[in-house]
């Protein structure tokens, strides 16, 4: 199989054009989505800590019902239905960006309520014995020490919402496996850029992974 392989086309000048401008939005996708994944998990973490039923039962169904569905399904629900709904189209790289951080929110919400969760229950006591609110002590003493424990998680989760973007696909979105496809149906060369999406996925996931790691070592010597 090797020996019927094109390598000329893994030339930068060949496959470069397609390939960075879906490296460029995948990028962007799994950035905005973090960012936003995050501010949305944290709200959804808190109102499932806060102990009032008004607040934990909404928070509760969203975050169970997003993590049992499929992010694809979820990606073609979005992009076909709202535009239904609004009656008009959003594009699929709007459609894309709202649908994940959406979908992220519900796995960085449980991200979040353990690491609170994990921090000591003196240090909660000693905040209230300050005087400090309910607020006030989240904001001032349990999540600056949660989200440095955290860290290592988030960006666990950030480097599998970035495979994950992958699935954009679905709906034409020009992510990067969208770029090699289009580099592979130009130069009539499929199963080479197929092979080349893979080793760039690989490469990229794999050494992210290894920075997380480096970075855990760091914060448990640190703690």
């Known amino acids: 199989m090797l020996d019927n392989l094109d390598w000329s086309f893994y030339r930068w000048d060949v496959i470069g054009p397609f390939v960075a401008k879906g490296l460029q939005f995948s990028v962007m996708l799994t950035v905005?989505?973090?960012?936003?994944?995050?501010?949305?998990g944290t709200l959804l973490?808190?109102?499932?800590?806060?102990?009032?039923p008004w607040l934990v039962w909404p928070?509760?169904?969203?975050?169970?019902?997003?993590r049992s569905?499929?992010?694809v399904m979820v990606i073609l629900w979005f992009f076909l239905l709202v535009p239904l709904i609004i009656g008009r189209p959003i594009g699929a790289e709007l459609s894309a960006a709202i649908t994940f951080i959406a979908f992220e929110a519900a796995y960085f919400s449980e991200i979040v309520r353990a690491g609170i969760q994990s921090i000591p229950r003196g240090q909660v006591y000693a905040g209230l014995a300050l005087g400090l609110t309910y607020g006030q002590n989240m904001r001032y003493v349990i999540l600056p020490q949660a989200f440095r424990n955290m860290l290592p998680v988030?960006?666990?989760?950030?480097?599998?919402?970035?495979?994950?973007t992958s699935l954009v696909y679905a709906i034409?979105?020009?992510?990067?496996?969208?770029g090699f496809e289009v580099a592979g149906k130009n130069h009539g060369r499929p199963i080479e850029a197929y092979l080349a999406a893979a080793v760039v996925y690989f490469v990229i996931c794999y050494s992210l992974?290894?920075?997380?790691k480096r970075l855990h070592a760091r914060i448990a010597i640190i703690r």
């Open 45 to 52: 973490a808190l109102m499932r800590l806060s102990g009032r």
């Open 69 to 71: 569905i499929p992010l």
């Open 32 to 40: 905005v989505a973090t960012l936003g994944g995050i501010a949305l």
């Open 209 to 212: 992974s290894a920075l997380v």
């Open 59 to 66: 928070a509760t169904v969203y975050v169970n019902g997003m």
């Open 172 to 178: 034409g979105a020009y992510d990067l496996l969208k």
């Open 154 to 164: 988030f960006l666990t989760q950030t480097i599998i919402l970035f495979q994950d």
